[in-house]
Each structure stands twice: as C-alpha cells, then as structure tokens.
C-alpha cells in the first residue's frame, strides 16, 4: 500500500501570504492519480485538485498543484481568510485509496 | 448533485451498522461512489467504492470482511454496512462520489453531509 507523509504538520501564515504543502508518496505514483482537499472545522472536505494539477469545478486559481513520481505540491498564491483550514492529498494505486494525514494551515 | 445521508447511530460493541446515501441531481449509474470516514480529531480513511452501473466493489484493506457495500438503482441509493463493531470505528462516514471516467483518474467532488456513528457499550 502506497503511504502518503503530508508536510508541515502544521502551517502558520498571514493572510496575502503564499502557502506551500508537500505530500511524498512511498513509491511512485502517477499524476493522473494524485488529488488534494480542503477540509474545515464541521464540514465534509471539498476537491480541490486532480489529476496532480487540474482544479476542480469553481476552485480559484490562486490554488495550483504540481509534481511528479512521489513528490507533489499544492501552492494557494495569497492566502484569504477562508483558506485557513486542513488540506489532505490522496492517490489512487490497485483499486484503492489512501490519503496523506493531513496539513493544518492556520492564521499567525 | 446532492447526496443525502441517514441519520445518526449509536451502537454496541459487536454490532452492526447499515447506513445509505441517496443520491439526486445526476444520473446515479454513470458515478462511482466511495465511503470515506473520519475518526474524532483524525484525518480521512478511504472504506470502499462501488460501481452503482454494475455493482462491482473494492474494499479497504483493513476492513476486508466486515464491510459490504451494496447500491440500489431503482431508489439511487447506496448503502454500506460495517459489522463487528469496535470502539475504533467510531467516525462520521461519508459517502462522496467520484468524477472519474476512468477509475482512479479523477476525484471526489460531491459529499454528503456524513453520519456520525458511536460506538460504545
């Protein structure tokens, strides 16, 4: 089972500031395979990114994703208030799925 | 697209929990549809997927028989049931569907609200 290790744990940033959250795979996965959420306090998360760098419907671009192999990005360019809030990745291998742990990016 | 999920459930260790997602707004054969859970204050656990067009399955490893997850398409509802109930499987359960043509190239764009079960003698 391919293990996904989301780094930081936590991220303490300011509003306008650019956040950046790794997730590395145990062993290679393809991008077509890799996506990201947004998860806040109560809610049911929300699909950010597939397909490693394709935005879902209604997602702002100042959040972008990239990478290749077992290393993959999720960028939000400024943040805004609403952006604070957990962030998962998950992928796809064998007709299962598997997500990171999960990224906190709260306010400083 | 709307999923609407069951109630809340509480149940004894060694029992089992059957809940259901309806699904509206799409044409419910044409989706994948996952369950995802999340424990108090940890992050997501991939359960299971089913093909609502044919009804084939596949199940999270660790859950591998004590989960099945069966669709009817004449109500577009989806269930899963988890027998053997421990302590750890306390959770909120989503379903969520996938926009997948092909499977694994696509994500999970719609949820439902989740389902908390509790778990506790």
């Known amino acids: 089972e391919i293990v996904l290790t989301q780094s930081p744990g936590t991220l303490s940033l300011s509003p306008g500031e650019r956040a950046t959250l790794s997730c590395r795979a145990s062993?290679?996965?393809?991008?077509?395979?890799l996506s990201w959420y947004q998860q806040k306090p109560g809610q049911a998360p929300r699909l950010l990114i597939f397909g490693a760098s394709s935005r879902a419907a209604d997602i702002p671009d100042r959040f972008s994703g990239s990478g290749s192999g077992t290393d993959f990005t999720l960028t939000i360019s400024r943040l805004e208030p609403e952006d604070f809030a957990v962030y998962y990745c998950?992928?796809?291998?064998?007709?299962?799925?598997?997500f990171g742990q999960g990224t906190k990016v709260e306010i400083k | 697209v709307q999923l609407v999920q069951s109630g809340a459930e509480v149940k004894k260790p060694g029992a089992s929990v059957k809940l259901s997602c309806k699904a509206s707004?799409?044409?419910?054969?044409?989706?994948?549809m996952h369950w995802v859970r999340q424990a108090p204050g940890q992050g997501l656990e991939w359960m299971a997927i089913?093909?609502?067009?044919?009804?084939?399955?596949s199940y999270a490893q660790k859950l591998q028989g004590r989960v099945t997850v069966t669709r009817d398409t004449s109500t577009r509802t989806v269930y899963m049931e988890l027998s053997s109930l421990r302590s750890e499987d306390t959770a909120v359960y989503y379903c969520a569907r996938d926009i997948a043509v092909t499977e694994g190239e696509g994500g999970f764009d719609s949820w439902g609200q989740g389902t908390l079960v509790t778990v506790s003698s």
């Open positions: 707004g799409y044409t419910f054969t044409s989706y994948y």
């Open positions: 062993q290679s996965v393809s991008g077509k395979y």
């Open positions: 089913i093909n609502p067009s044919g009804g084939r399955t």
């Open positions: 998950q992928q796809y291998g064998s007709s299962r799925w598997t």
